[in-house]
């Protein structure tokens, strides 16, 4: 993708994270840039030169509230993604993606799935403060990740015949799991951890809470409070840009901006 569309989808990429700021606002929910986002906001005060991404993370007690309250909420603009609202995507976190849009993953072409603009909200947990019930937590939210088909990538066969036996009846053992890894007390816990997508990232609440406010192209956006502990947790040197072969950007998908990506499926 040349820099000029690159730009343009990136700027378009703005009208959601407003929606999602919009209706935090108004319901006074917590979330914070994340990932690929913070780095961004930290080293360009926007995006990363080279990717398109927004990436979002909430407290668990505020995202389960977001579920809720985005379906009466959210923009006719736009589609909240989910395993639930748009079977078979089979991601464990919310896309909120902008109708009459294309962003269109090529392998998917014959997936009848929303595939327009996309912004992905993350969740972070608390994480028990006892050793033995930390290491639970760990293995239910694994459990319950693997119920997700496609998301665990591994050449143990224990592995790859456990998440076909789970996915037997995935919304079973989502149940099952969940309350497991996802019941501990915020104000009781000492460290935090976004457990689903990846265990790495543990973070004191000290360097977590409270949110303080960073640069991402047009406006401030909350962030984790010591942002650059966050993100060495995350990447280790993340302020060194990667060798200018490695910046790869936008590939891989069919991107229009004008039209909806049902005119593309096969």
């Known amino acids: 993708m040349d820099k000029e569309m690159l730009r343009k989808l990136q700027l378009a990429k703005l009208d959601s994270i407003h929606e999602v700021e919009r209706i935090c606002k108004k319901h006074s929910l917590r979330f914070f840039i994340d990932y690929g986002t913070l780095i961004g906001a930290v080293r360009h005060r926007g995006y990363i030169p080279w990717d398109d991404d927004i990436d979002l993370c909430m407290p668990v007690s505020d995202y389960n509230k977001f579920l809720e309250i985005a379906k009466e909420e959210l923009s006719s603009k736009f589609f909240m993604q989910t395993a639930e609202t748009d079977p078979p995507y089979s991601l464990?976190?919310?896309?909120?993606?902008?109708?009459?849009?294309?962003?269109?993953?090529?392998?998917?072409?014959?997936?009848?799935?929303?595939?327009?603009?996309?912004?992905?909200?993350?969740?972070?947990?608390?994480?028990?403060?006892?050793?033995?019930?930390?290491?639970?937590?760990?293995?239910?939210?694994?459990?319950?990740?693997?119920?997700?088909?496609?998301?665990?990538?591994?050449?143990?066969?224990?592995?790859?015949?456990?998440?076909?036996?789970?996915?037997l009846a995935p919304k079973f053992w989502r149940k099952v799991t969940y309350p497991l890894f996802a019941k501990y007390s915020e104000e009781k816990a000492t460290h935090f951890?976004?457990?689903?997508?990846?265990?790495?990232?543990?973070?004191?609440?000290?360097?977590?809470?409270?949110?303080?406010?960073?640069?991402?192209?047009?406006?401030?956006?909350?962030s984790p409070n010591n942002y650059d502990k966050y993100l060495r947790s995350l990447y280790g040197d993340y302020m060194t840009p990667p060798p200018e072969k490695e910046r790869t950007g936008h590939e891989g998908f069919i991107v229009d901006l004008e039209r909806s990506y049902e005119e593309y499926l096969d």
């Open 193 to 222: 951890s976004h457990l689903i997508e990846e265990p790495r990232g543990l973070i004191e609440k000290e360097g977590l809470f409270p949110f303080v406010p960073l640069t991402f192209e047009d406006k401030e956006y909350p």
């Open 92 to 167: 464990p976190f919310i896309k909120i993606r902008t109708n009459g849009t294309t962003d269109l993953y090529i392998p998917w072409k014959n997936k009848k799935i929303h595939q327009g603009l996309s912004l992905d909200i993350f969740v972070i947990f608390p994480l028990a403060n006892n050793k033995i019930l930390r290491a639970i937590q760990y293995k239910a939210a694994m459990l319950y990740k693997l119920t997700y088909t496609g998301r665990i990538f591994t050449y143990n066969k224990a592995i790859y015949y456990l998440q076909k036996f789970l996915c």
